[in-house]
C-alpha cells in the first residue's frame, strides 16, 4: 500500500470515509507524534519504579511532580491522536471516524493508553497522600497503601514504549533491523532499572535501610539501587 507524503487528510478528500481532520498512517508528522509519545512513554517508565521504590522522597519534588502532570498530559492526548489517525484495511485507507473509533476502542493498544495517561499525581495530591515539599521517612505500610496502588496503574507504561517501537519499525524508513536492535537495548536497560529499583523496595520493606530525615536518599541508597542494576546486567549478557 502506496502511503502518500501528506501528513493531514481534511474532509471531502476521496479517501474511504470522512472526518474534519485526520492523520495519515506512516506520514512524517504521525511518526514525530509517535516518536514524541516513545520519549514520553519511556520517561513515565523509568520514572515509575524510581517513585515506587522512593516514594515521597522523589514525589515531594514539584519539578519531577509537574513533569508527570505534563506526561500525562501527552499521553492522553496521544489517545484523542489515536481517535483521528487512519488505518490501512483491505489496501484502502480508512478515515471514517466511527470505524477508527471502533478498532481502536477494540483493540489492547486503547486499554494500554488509558492507563498510561492515569493523572496519578493529581489524585495523589487531591487525596493528601502527596505534599510537595514535604517528604516522609520510608516505612513497610506505604507498599500496603492506596498510593502504591495508584502508581502500580503506570506500569502498562512499558507495553506503550513497545507498541511504538513495532509503529516505527513498520511505517518508518528507519532500518528494521536498527530498530529492533535499539528496542531490545531498551528493554533490557528497563529491565535492569527495574530490578534495582525493585531491590530497594524490597529493603525498605524488610526495614533494612533508611532515608534521611531531608527526605533525599543517602549516597549509600543511590549506590544500593546500582548494585543489583549490574548483577541483572551481567546475567543478562
Known amino acids: ?21 485526520a492523520l495519515m ?31 515521597d522522597h522523589l514525589r515531594s519534588s514539584a519539578g519531577r511532580c509537574a513533569l508527570g502532570i505534563l506526561a500525562n498530559a501527552a499521553l492522553a492526548a496521544n489517545v484523542a491522536v489515536s481517535f483521528r489517525t487512519g488505518f490501512a484495511s483491505a489496501g484502502v485507507i480508512i478515515f471514517s471516524p466511527a470505524a477508527i473509533a471502533s478498532r481502536y476502542m477494540k483493540s489492547a493498544a486503547f486499554v494500554l493508553d488509558l492507563l498510561a495517561c492515569f493523572p496519578d499525581e493529581l489524585f495523589l495530591i487531591g487525596s493528601g497522600h502527596l505534599r510537595l515539599g514535604v517528604a516522609a521517612d520510608a516505612d513497610t505500610t506505604y507498599v500496603n497503601s492506596s498510593s502504591f496502588l495508584l502508581q502500580l496503574v503506570k506500569v502498562p507504561c512499558v507495553l506503550v514504549v513497545v507498541r511504538c517501537f513495532h509503529l516505527l519499525e513498520r511505517d518508518s524508513k528507519l532500518n528494521p533491523g536498527l530498530v529492533r536492535l535499539v528496542r531490545v537495548l531498551v528493554l533490557l536497560f528497563l529491565a535492569c532499572h527495574w530490578t534495582g529499583c525493585l531491590w530497594w523496595l524490597i529493603a525498605v520493606v524488610q526495614g533494612l535501610t533508611t532515608v534521611g530525615a531531608d527526605g533525599a536518599a543517602s549516597a549509600a541508597a543511590i549506590d544500593s539501587e546500582w548494585i543489583p542494576q549490574q548483577w541483572h546486567s551481567v546475567l543478562l549478557t
Request: aromatic fraction near 14%; glycine fraction near 6%.
Open 1 to 21: 500500500l502506496a502511503i502518500t507524503s501528506r501528513d493531514v487528510v481534511l474532509q471531502g478528500e476521496s479517501l474511504e470515509g470522512r472526518c474534519r481532520f
Open 25 to 55: 498512517p506512516g506520514s512524517s508528522l504521525h511518526l514525530a507524534w509517535v516518536f514524541f509519545t516513545l520519549v514520553v512513554a519511556l520517561y513515565t517508565s523509568l520514572m515509575t519504579p524510581l517513585q515506587l521504590a522512593f516514594w
